[in-house]
């Protein structure tokens, strides 16, 4: 995008008011984006991973795919209100090349961080990559000076709250295909994906959800990527 056209632009971009309709093109990891959206910095059970992040125009996406994301949460806002979620990266506003990921390049890839038990919330701040660094053993356990703090404040283990990620999963497929889409993949440690089975709803998740068999060049345990399958112009 040239320099101009950005800075006339930027309100527009900030607030999410976008004059034309989101379309998106090519494939996650060779794309672009035009008028992408992006969801609140916060609603009443989630939030954004980083806010210098939003300003920094990394939480865009297709409009279909944010009203999906924002969807999803309203239902489990009603369903689970106990438990708050994070959203990660999505991309740009025209989407493109988006350091360090290999993908989220046309608006179809959202970065999930995983929810927490008993009311902890993942810890985002600059020393760890606001997530990304946090790490978790193979019982979705953290470890590491992160586990360390949220025990001397809260006097409790952080755990991945496994059930409550199926139904987040499962309420992005449901609200996605009422837009016409649906959930491509999702990558998510194959380790931590044997307990996710387990949940009560893991038979039907990973019957109505395709995930990765292998590892992928980043862990995904401290949060789950997510490709969507939504219509796009093959090229721009």
């Not at 009443?44 to 999906?68: D, E, K, M, Q, W």
């Not at 959202?110 to 985002?124: A, E, N, R």
């Not at 649906?182 to 931590?192: Q, S, T």
Request: with cysteine; charged share 20%.
């Amino acid at each position: 995008m040239p320099l101009i056209a950005f800075l006339i632009a930027l309100p527009l971009i900030i607030f999410g008011m976008q004059p034309e309709k989101s379309q998106c093109f090519g494939q996650t990891n060779k794309g672009a984006l035009q008028y992408g959206d992006r969801p609140d910095f916060f609603g009443p059970n989630y939030g954004s991973y980083c806010h210098i992040c939003v300003l920094a125009l990394r939480t865009f996406g297709h409009a279909p795919v944010i009203r999906t994301l924002e969807a999803a949460y309203a239902r489990l806002e009603k369903s689970h209100p106990e438990t708050y979620f994070l959203y990660g990266e999505i991309g740009f506003p025209w989407g493109g090349r988006f350091p360090p990921h290999r993908t989220h390049r046309n608006g179809l890839s959202v970065d999930f961080m995983v929810p927490l038990k008993d009311g902890l919330i993942l810890p985002s701040h600059m020393g760890n990559r606001f997530g990304y660094d946090v790490s978790f053993d193979d019982q979705g356990r953290m470890i590491g000076d992160e586990a360390s703090y949220l025990y001397a404040r809260h006097n409790k283990v952080a755990k991945i709250d496994f059930e409550a990620t199926a139904i987040h999963l499962l309420a992005l497929e449901a609200e996605a295909r009422k837009r016409g889409g649906r959930i491509a993949r999702v990558f998510f440690a194959p380790g931590l994906q044997k307990i996710l089975r387990k949940t009560s709803q893991g038979k039907t998740l990973f019957q109505k959800i395709a995930f990765n068999k292998r590892p992928s060049w980043v862990r995904h345990d401290d949060h789950y990527h997510v490709d969507f399958s939504f219509p796009c112009t093959p090229k721009r």
